[in-house]
């Protein structure tokens, strides 16, 4: 049993690490390589979001430490994401897995695409909140639906709005610690937490975290790393599609 505690802590400091050094949180991978470790998708899901949780959340300290965060932007995101996180959480529950795993497969393959999608050359700043409320909502509802954070919503959407991709990509990692947390939340509140591997998963995934938010910061350019997660987005959907969907 330990040894399967320690491959959760393996992953999760790998992936974290990873996902961390792209600038992006790690649930989009976790939930499925926990899942093809023997651990049941309901229980992946609320693990996957706390994770996020942990490595995100040493970014979005960084982030305010150093003035880098565009609050007019961030707290309409915010307050919708959290509105609608939970709501999405209850909604897994009411769908047959096999559903929410379809569901699953199709975001793997639409963060894949998106990270290879041309960026604006000319930005603009939107003084409406229209926009980010809406945004917001929709990538909270997915957050706990699939338990992924929703930056992998948050972030193609207001790129594709115009905004400056780095001012979203610091405001991307304010948010999903926001809408992570308040998904697992619902997850635990419907008992579908399993602690043991929660602690597993959560320390491993702070400590990756802040190193590679250290090393992003000094060394690295984020997008760099982006388009190899673009790839591994891809080779996950496969494979959690083939696991289940039968021919």
């Not at 706390?50 to 995101?77: E, H, I, Q």
């Not at 409320?133 to 959407?157: C, D, N, Q, T, Y």
């Amino acid at each position: 049993m330990l040894a399967h505690y320690l491959e959760v802590a393996g992953v999760c400091f790998s992936f974290s690490f990873l996902f961390a050094l792209g600038g992006v949180g790690a649930a989009v991978a976790i939930v499925p390589i926990l899942v093809f470790l023997g651990i049941p998708f309901a229980i992946a899901r609320p693990t996957g979001l706390f994770a996020n949780f942990m490595s995100t959340g040493s970014a979005t300290f960084y982030n305010l430490k150093k003035g880098l965060v565009d609050f007019k932007l961030a707290l309409p995101l915010i307050l919708s994401s959290i509105a609608c996180s939970p709501i999405g959480a209850y909604a897994s529950h009411l769908f047959p897995e096999k559903i929410v795993a379809i569901a699953f497969t199709a975001f793997l393959f639409f963060a894949g695409t998106m990270v290879y999608v041309p960026k604006k050359a000319v930005f603009k700043e939107e003084t409406s909140i229209f926009y980010p409320v809406l945004i917001g909502a929709i990538a909270g509802f997915v957050s706990g639906f699939l338990g992924v954070g929703g930056g992998g919503l948050i972030s193609p959407f207001l790129i594709l709005l115009g905004y400056n991709p780095k001012k979203v990509a610091v405001t991307t990692a304010f948010v999903v610690p926001f809408s992570s947390f308040t998904g697992f939340l619902a997850y635990w509140k419907m008992g579908s937490v399993d602690w043991m591997i929660l602690l597993f998963a959560a320390i491993p995934s702070l400590i990756a975290g802040y190193i590679a938010s250290y090393i992003t910061h000094r060394y690295l350019k984020p997008q760099q790393v982006k388009k190899l997660l673009g790839i591994l987005f891809f080779i996950l959907g496969i494979k959690f599609f083939l696991k289940y969907v039968k021919f």
